[in-house]
């Protein structure tokens, strides 16, 4: 699966984007919180409200997401 990150996600992480194993039962809370395993870095950047998306549509954590998923993670309020 393809992750990307935007705004402070990415300037906090360090990155733009990753690829990443998820399992068949994965859903974007799942990815949040593996991705926030990484370390405290990524506790920072992940744990507020933050906003995702799948395949370019705005969704929940709740959403089961698969390989060939793009999931992206966004602050509430990005600018240009």
Do not use: H, Y
Request: glycine share 8%.
């Amino acid at each position: 699966m393809k992750v990307k990150l935007f705004a402070q996600i990415r300037e906090v992480t360090g990155t733009e984007s990753l690829e990443m194993a998820v399992p068949d039962d994965a859903t974007i809370e799942g990815v949040r919180q593996a991705l926030m395993a990484k370390g405290p870095q990524w506790q920072q950047a992940l744990s507020a409200n933050v906003l995702c998306a799948c395949n370019q549509t705005l969704c929940d954590g709740t959403m089961v997401v698969s390989e060939q998923d793009e999931v992206a993670f966004f602050p509430p309020v990005t600018g240009g």
